[in-house]
């Protein structure tokens, strides 16, 4: 029998599939909520000129992911608490022995003229206006650092991307020791940031990390994964979060600062040896490149279908406001460390351990469950009920119960930001994922910035009528988000009954 040409055959079935009643069904399906095509260009997913190269191995950027957040995330309460403890020293204030943990003194200053009370209530305020000056210095550089190199990854490679955060946080760790060893002064950690911030911080390596992974998967598989690279990042710093507090209650700041250190360094080694590279590099494109920059804003200029450039826009000002509360985390290290809770170093640590993993192994289980039922859109609203339930429990806790109860309620909030980022990347070509998560990253390094330079002046102005204030305010931004999810929602369910209707004419 001779056999069909399988090219002969492609013209006839696009040309049933056109017709109704099946152009219809295909419409529906592949169009529903705007989540299955991309909007860029009409060109295919697979197109030719990504120059995309699939590894065979499955277990790539997991260990990755794994190594840098174990290092990275630890930093975070480090940072927090040995500038919270030097700005106690600088006003011979240590609230008994910090490294202790005792929180009785601190649960025991309600008198408010009490000076020991005014004391501890001006090291608070200090902390957190030192964490600011910490947080600004850092992300600005990361703005511009994690655009160019988000761009340039599309061309030259994601390695290269991933390199660089690893080799700044490297810097900053071990600018962090020099810090500690010789007891300089507070101030001396902004050369830290600067390091950090240079190189792209967490900007630049989740963006890097991300598009890695859009290299590899497909549509089908893409929001589970990212959603499993996402929830990696919170159980892996919680795991090491976890035996923070003890180790600076037994040890201090300095040894945590040294395992950061080797794990880095071990992730240095991991991604130059034995990670592929999935993008073949253009000769072409040259290094330093103000096009570079300007690729970013072409994701959202690019023409397509109606309110396009809206609806991207609109994801992307849900992951701004929505980021600015999730991510930003400096200002409830100090609220529980003040009065009543008093948290000391071992059960902050307890806590941000139970509140990562909670939420990032909730939000991996809802999206294996609740997918059947519920498109991405779904599950970021279900995603902003649960953050905004977090918050309001958070904002009136006076005792450990209630504040234990905050995570098991926020359980899905760890949904929003990896399903705005998995509804984004289905608009977008595999030849502009690295400058679509360019502009991701920028937008949650700027929510980490903008958050901070409100809500740290917010909890330092509100500490004397109402200390949880600031999660009001916070609350009040995620339902903005979650309005702006609903207007997305109609946006596209427009756009499709008006494709749908032309269709059928």
């Avoid at 309460?77 to 020293?89: A, D, F, I, R, S």
């Avoid at 360094?265 to 300007?294: A, G, K, M, Q, W």
């Avoid at 399903?419 to 595999?430: G, N, T, W, Y």
Wanted: hydrophobic fraction near 50%.
């Amino acid at each position: 029998m001779d056999q069909i040409e399988p090219c002969s055959l492609g013209p006839v079935i696009i040309q049933v599939l056109q017709t109704p009643p099946f152009s219809k069904f295909k419409h529906l399906r592949m169009e529903e909520l705007g989540e299955r095509k991309p909007l860029v260009l009409p060109e295919d997913d697979n197109d030719a000129s990504t120059s995309l190269t699939k590894p065979r191995r499955l277990i790539i950027i997991e260990p990755v992911v794994l190594l840098y957040f174990m290092a990275y995330v630890p930093m975070i309460p480090l940072t927090e608490q040995y500038l919270y403890y030097k700005v106690g020293q600088l006003h011979n204030y240590t609230m008994g022995e910090y490294n202790a943990g005792n929180a009785s003194e601190c649960g025991g200053l309600v008198n408010k003229s009490d000076p020991a009370y005014i004391l501890l209530q001006t090291v608070q305020a200090e902390s957190s206006m030192f964490l600011l000056y910490f947080t600004l210095v850092q992300t600005v550089p990361a703005l511009f650092t994690t655009i160019f190199f988000g761009a340039l990854s599309d061309n030259l490679g994601r390695k290269i991307a991933m390199l660089v955060p690893i080799c700044g946080n490297v810097l900053r760790s071990i600018t962090f020791l020099v810090i500690i060893h010789f007891e300089l002064h507070p101030y001396w950690t902004f050369l830290a940031a600067v390091f950090e911030g240079l190189s792209g911080s967490i900007g630049a390596a989740l963006m890097a990390c991300f598009s890695y992974l859009i290299d590899i998967t497909t549509h089908k598989q893409r929001s589970f994964r990212i959603t499993v690279l996402d929830s990696m990042i919170g159980i892996s710093g919680a795991m090491a979060s976890l035996g923070v507090g003890y180790w600076i209650k037994a040890q201090g700041f300095f040894y945590p600062y040294i395992l950061c250190t080797s794990l880095q360094t071990l992730n240095l080694l991991y991604v130059s040896c034995f990670v592929p590279e999935t993008v073949t590099r253009n000769p072409d494109i040259p290094i330093v490149s103000c096009s570079h920059f300007t690729n970013v804003a072409k994701v959202y200029r690019t023409g397509g279908e109606k309110y396009r450039q809206v609806r991207l826009i609109l994801l992307l000002i849900v992951l701004f406001i929505c980021g600015m509360p999730l991510i930003s985390s400096s200002v409830v290290t100090l609220y529980l460390l003040n009065t009543p809770l008093c948290l000391g170093p071992v059960m902050l640590g307890i806590y941000s351990s139970i509140w990562l993993i909670v939420r990032y192994v909730g939000s991996v289980i809802a999206v294996k469950l609740f997918s059947r039922w519920l498109q991405d859109t779904g599950l970021v609203i279900l995603g902003c009920f649960s953050f905004i339930g977090y918050l309001l429990i958070t904002a009136f806790a006076t005792n450990n119960i209630v504040l234990f109860i905050g995570p098991a309620v926020g359980v899905f909030a760890s949904l929003i930001i990896p399903m705005v980022r998995s509804i984004m990347s289905k608009l977008i070509l595999p030849k502009m994922q690295g400058s679509l998560f360019a502009s991701i990253a920028c937008m949650e390094t700027l929510s980490v910035l903008v958050g901070s330079s409100i809500f740290n002046p917010i909890y330092q102005h509100t500490l004397n009528f109402m200390r949880g204030f600031v999660f009001i305010i916070e609350t009040s931004m995620v339902f903005i988000g979650l309005l702006l999810t609903v207007l997305y929602i109609y946006l596209t369910r427009k756009v499709v009954k008006a494709k749908t209707s032309n269709q059928d004419r």
